[in-house]
């Protein structure tokens, strides 16, 4: 029937058909992670065992048979690096979510705090800054009028320039 080199050819062929659509399997969430840098609908538990089960199958492929299983170790090992990379990117958007909702927290309790000052206090820091309000335009008044006197001085100047 078939000779054994079209056996091995056979197996050979399929292993590699199976290894390119293992490695591409991942391929495309990866790359919309890349692209979105959103996690929030991936199951972290999702692609720990997806790591796990890439680790296990690579082990295997490599390490326990006596003929190694090249297809079967490069496809997982693909799945190994795709599937953590994702898991990075999950652990840190969850990181990034804390920290952004510990200063939410902060945030909230500042505007109770401030909730919290009466109506004297904040009056008293409306008058304050009133205060300083018009201190400037005293100050941007002053300047208006020094550069009313150069701009006088330099009339003259051009003046006894043109004599």
Same mark, same amino acid.
């Given at each position: 029937?078939?000779? /054994? $080199? %079209?056996?091995?050819?056979?197996?050979?062929?399929?292993?590699?058909?199976?290894?390119?659509?293992?490695?591409?399997?991942?391929?495309?969430?990866?790359?919309?992670?890349?692209?979105?840098?959103?996690?929030? /609908?991936?199951?972290?538990?999702?692609?720990?065992?997806?790591?796990?089960?890439?680790?296990?199958?690579?082990?295997? /492929?490599?390490? /326990?048979?006596? &003929?190694?299983?090249?297809?079967?170790?490069?496809?997982?090992?693909?799945?190994?690096?795709? $599937? *953590?990379?994702?898991?990075?990117?999950?652990?840190?958007?969850?990181?990034?979510?804390?920290?952004?909702?510990?200063?939410?927290?902060?945030?909230?309790? #500042?505007?109770?705090?401030?909730?919290?000052?009466?109506?004297?206090?904040?009056?008293?820091?409306?008058?304050? #800054? $009133?205060?300083?309000?018009?201190?400037?335009?005293?100050?941007?008044?002053? #300047?208006? %009028?020094?550069? =009313?006197?150069? &701009?006088?001085?330099? %009339?003259? *100047? %051009? =003046?006894?320039?043109?004599?």
């Amino acid at each position: 029937m078939f000779m /054994a $080199s %079209e056996v091995n050819l056979a197996e050979t062929i399929l292993g590699w058909i199976g290894f390119a659509t293992s490695f591409s399997m991942l391929l495309p969430q990866v790359i919309k992670v890349c692209i979105t840098k959103n996690t929030k /609908a991936l199951s972290p538990i999702m692609f720990f065992l997806t790591f796990l089960n890439a680790c296990i199958w690579t082990s295997y /492929a490599l390490l /326990a048979k006596s &003929e190694k299983d090249w297809q079967v170790g490069c496809a997982n090992l693909a799945a190994m690096v795709a $599937s *953590l990379f994702i898991l990075i990117f999950i652990i840190v958007n969850k990181v990034k979510d804390k920290i952004t909702l510990n200063r939410l927290k902060k945030d909230k309790k #500042l505007n109770e705090s401030l909730d919290e000052m009466s109506v004297v206090e904040i009056k008293n820091e409306n008058e304050l #800054l $009133s205060e300083e309000i018009i201190n400037m335009q005293k100050e941007i008044e002053k #300047l208006e %009028e020094n550069v =009313e006197v150069l &701009e006088e001085q330099v %009339e003259i *100047l %051009e =003046e006894k320039i043109e004599d």
